[in-house]
């Protein structure tokens, strides 16, 4: 009865109790298959997995290996050893205290402890088994004699007498030792069939698993990117409508501005037609001829307006033009903006194209910083001379544009006045025609301080166009749209408003352009659209 193992060495350490089909993890310890199986998905739960031993971590669920050699131990051991205490069968023997029994004996019907065993009778008709309350199971229910044979063909238990004279007589028998090792064979063969079968299982569940997670991962990860592609969608369509919206109050702005300007100069005139009126109408009362003719400002009184046909050509021109609102290049902003984006392309981030100045264009006025961002007004500077150096306090960037679709942004703050915009490389380098805006081969905006404050205009060929308000940002954008003939001038502010719009035919490469008055102003880069 004595064992070479001891029990705690046999016992798993989750439920306490002799191993049931052990099993071995990749650290060497042992558990039962299904004690460690309700272990790991309970730690599934939680995100990680380990040992309940050693707590060695595994980054994946990790696979259970069958330990026979255990398995062939805990068999011995239990056969050698069987668990009294949890039997809970006592010796009957024993009256003044319960002592667990060690062995049955058929024929007497009793059970036995070490003490009582020992002083048995050794006969072989007193049969010992294992401890057992069930004794009436071990005899014939007929002859009330030891179940010893198994008859094959009834697949029943008969004691001698069922052999010899009962209803088994001449029937195929064998002992109960040997139809219990044959059917304890079958059910080793079934039950390897049925382990199998089980870590087959138990794959296949891992691999739905390890499917699910990745079915997840991809799922995070598609969730992630689609989130961030309508995000971005949506964050480019607000672009563009502030874009759009601020293009159309611009434009009515102007508009407006423009109006008004020509009703106060028609009301002008209106107010000085009605003061000739008047004093035609005391002439014609008077009764007098020598007054009469007499008058010195008659001609005047006859002259007509010279500007009252431009007045009336601008008037319709304004009326047939449709209010001056420029809706072909809203329309063409709009579907152009949203074409980019149903497309893909980015409104700002693909082919970012860096803007630098060339120090070779700088006026003898301006000083370029290192790294050919920044532009401040310094006076008396000797710039050596080149051809492309310009006489006043202007600079071009270096590179030129002549396709696409490009927008960059200049940092204002650090000067009153300045002007910004584009210029064709044939541009004037000296005299007042040089000037960013002031000749038909550049286009500008730009800021003075007057009397009233700082004012802000669009200027092309020499001819200004005061803007309504002021500028209230420190950043100002410029876009080109080059095959379109478009420059627009933006002011950074949120939203963004649309500041003006020049439209042409270019028929040379274009340049950024600057002029600092004084202070510095910054160009922040370019980027293709």
Same mark, same amino acid.
């Given at each position: 009865?004595?064992?070479?193992?001891?029990?705690?060495?046999?016992?798993?350490?989750?439920?306490?109790?002799?191993?049931?089909?052990?099993? /071995?993890?990749?650290?060497?310890?042992? $558990?039962?298959?299904?004690?460690?199986?309700?272990?790991?998905?309970?730690?599934?739960?939680?995100?990680?997995?380990?040992?309940?031993?050693?707590?060695?971590?595994?980054?994946?669920?990790?696979?259970?290996?069958?330990?026979?050699?255990?398995?062939?131990?805990?068999?011995?051991?239990?056969?050698?050893?069987?668990?009294?205490?949890?039997?809970?069968?006592?010796?009957?023997?024993?009256? =003044?205290?319960?002592?667990?029994?060690?062995?049955?004996?058929?024929?007497?019907?009793?059970?036995?402890?070490?003490?009582?065993?020992?002083?048995?009778?050794?006969?072989?008709?007193? %049969?010992?088994?294992?401890?057992?309350?069930?004794?009436?199971?071990?005899?014939?229910?007929?002859?009330?004699?030891?179940?010893?044979?198994?008859?094959?063909?009834?697949?029943?238990?008969?004691?001698?007498?069922?052999?010899?004279?009962?209803?088994?007589?001449?029937?195929? %028998?064998?002992?109960?030792?040997?139809?219990?090792?044959?059917?304890?064979? @079958?059910?080793? @063969?079934?039950?390897?069939?049925?382990?199998?079968?089980?870590?087959?299982?138990?794959?296949?569940?891992?691999?739905?698993?390890?499917?699910?997670?990745? %079915?997840?991962?991809?799922?995070?990860?598609?969730?992630?990117?689609?989130?961030?592609?309508?995000?971005?969608?949506?964050?480019?369509?607000?672009?563009?409508?502030?874009?759009?919206?601020?293009?159309?109050?611009?434009?009515?702005?102007?508009?407006?501005?423009?109006?008004?300007?020509?009703?106060?100069?028609?009301?002008?005139?209106?107010?000085?037609?009605?003061?000739?009126?008047?004093?035609?109408?005391?002439?014609?009362?008077?009764?007098?001829?020598?007054?009469?003719?007499?008058?010195?400002?008659? +001609?005047?009184?006859?002259?007509?307006?010279?500007?009252?046909?431009?007045?009336?050509?601008?008037?319709?021109?304004?009326?047939?033009?449709?209010?001056?609102?420029?809706?072909?290049?809203?329309?063409?902003?709009?579907?152009?903006?949203?074409?980019?984006?149903?497309? +893909?392309?980015?409104?700002?981030?693909?082919?970012?194209?860096?803007?630098?100045?060339?120090?070779?264009?700088?006026?003898?006025?301006?000083?370029?910083?290192?790294?050919?961002?920044?532009?401040?007004?310094?006076?008396?500077?000797? =710039?050596?001379?080149?051809?492309?150096?310009?006489?006043?306090?202007? %600079?071009?960037?270096?590179?030129? $544009?002549?396709?696409?679709?490009?927008?960059?942004?200049?940092?204002?703050?650090?000067?009153?006045?300045?002007?910004?915009?584009?210029?064709?490389?044939?541009?004037?380098?000296?005299?007042?025609?040089?000037?960013?805006?002031? @000749?038909?081969?550049?286009?500008?905006?730009?800021?003075?301080?007057?009397?009233?404050?700082?004012?802000?205009?669009?200027?092309?060929?020499?001819?200004?166009?005061?803007?309504?308000? @002021?500028?209230?940002?420190?950043?100002?954008?410029?876009?080109?749209?080059?095959?379109?003939?478009?420059?627009?001038?933006?002011?950074?502010?949120?939203?963004?408003?649309?500041?003006?719009?020049?439209? /042409?035919?270019?028929?040379?490469?274009?340049?950024?352009?600057?002029?600092?008055?004084?202070?510095?102003?910054?160009?922040?880069?370019?980027?293709?659209?």
């Amino acid at each position: 009865m004595a064992s070479a193992y001891p029990r705690a060495e046999l016992e798993c350490s989750v439920c306490l109790n002799i191993y049931t089909d052990p099993v /071995t993890l990749r650290c060497g310890h042992n $558990f039962c298959r299904d004690c460690i199986g309700r272990v790991m998905d309970t730690q599934e739960r939680s995100g990680g997995y380990s040992c309940t031993e050693c707590r060695e971590k595994f980054q994946e669920r990790p696979a259970l290996h069958r330990n026979i050699t255990l398995r062939n131990i805990e068999e011995n051991f239990l056969s050698a050893q069987p668990d009294q205490e949890e039997s809970g069968v006592l010796c009957t023997q024993c009256y =003044h205290a319960p002592v667990p029994a060690v062995k049955s004996c058929l024929l007497c019907e009793a059970s036995l402890c070490d003490n009582h065993l020992r002083l048995h009778s050794k006969a072989p008709e007193h %049969v010992l088994c294992d401890p057992t309350t069930s004794l009436e199971n071990r005899k014939c229910s007929i002859h009330r004699k030891i179940l010893e044979y198994y008859c094959t063909e009834d697949s029943a238990c008969i004691c001698v007498s069922c052999r010899l004279d009962g209803e088994h007589r001449g029937h195929q %028998v064998e002992t109960l030792d040997e139809a219990s090792g044959k059917k304890k064979k @079958n059910l080793r @063969n079934v039950l390897q069939k049925l382990m199998t079968e089980r870590e087959e299982m138990e794959r296949r569940v891992q691999s739905l698993e390890e499917h699910r997670r990745r %079915v997840q991962g991809e799922a995070a990860g598609e969730t992630e990117r689609v989130t961030a592609l309508l995000r971005d969608l949506r964050r480019r369509l607000e672009d563009l409508e502030k874009r759009v919206l601020s293009d159309i109050s611009g434009q009515a702005e102007r508009t407006s501005l423009y109006v008004t300007d020509m009703i106060r100069e028609l009301e002008i005139k209106k107010d000085e037609l009605s003061r000739k009126m008047r004093h035609i109408e005391e002439l014609c009362n008077m009764t007098d001829p020598l007054t009469v003719l007499q008058e010195s400002d008659t +001609g005047d009184l006859c002259d007509t307006e010279d500007g009252d046909d431009e007045d009336r050509e601008r008037h319709d021109r304004l009326l047939h033009d449709g209010g001056d609102l420029d809706v072909a290049g809203i329309s063409h902003t709009l579907h152009t903006g949203i074409s980019d984006i149903m497309s +893909g392309q980015t409104s700002g981030v693909s082919g970012v194209t860096d803007i630098l100045l060339d120090e070779n264009t700088a006026g003898n006025s301006l000083q370029i910083s290192h790294d050919r961002k920044t532009a401040s007004w310094a006076p008396y500077l000797n =710039h050596p001379e080149t051809p492309e150096r310009f006489q006043y306090s202007q %600079v071009l960037s270096s590179r030129s $544009f002549s396709s696409g679709r490009h927008y960059w942004e200049v940092d204002v703050g650090g000067s009153h006045d300045w002007r910004v915009g584009m210029c064709y490389p044939s541009i004037e380098r000296s005299g007042e025609q040089s000037g960013i805006g002031y @000749n038909e081969k550049s286009w500008g905006l730009e800021r003075w301080r007057g009397l009233m404050g700082n004012l802000y205009s669009v200027i092309h060929d020499r001819k200004k166009i005061r803007l309504p308000g @002021n500028v209230s940002s420190d950043r100002v954008r410029i876009d080109l749209d080059y095959e379109a003939g478009r420059i627009s001038f933006y002011d950074l502010c949120d939203p963004i408003r649309l500041l003006h719009t020049f439209t /042409t035919t270019f028929t040379e490469p274009l340049h950024a352009g600057l002029c600092v008055g004084k202070g510095c102003i910054k160009i922040s880069g370019g980027t293709q659209m």
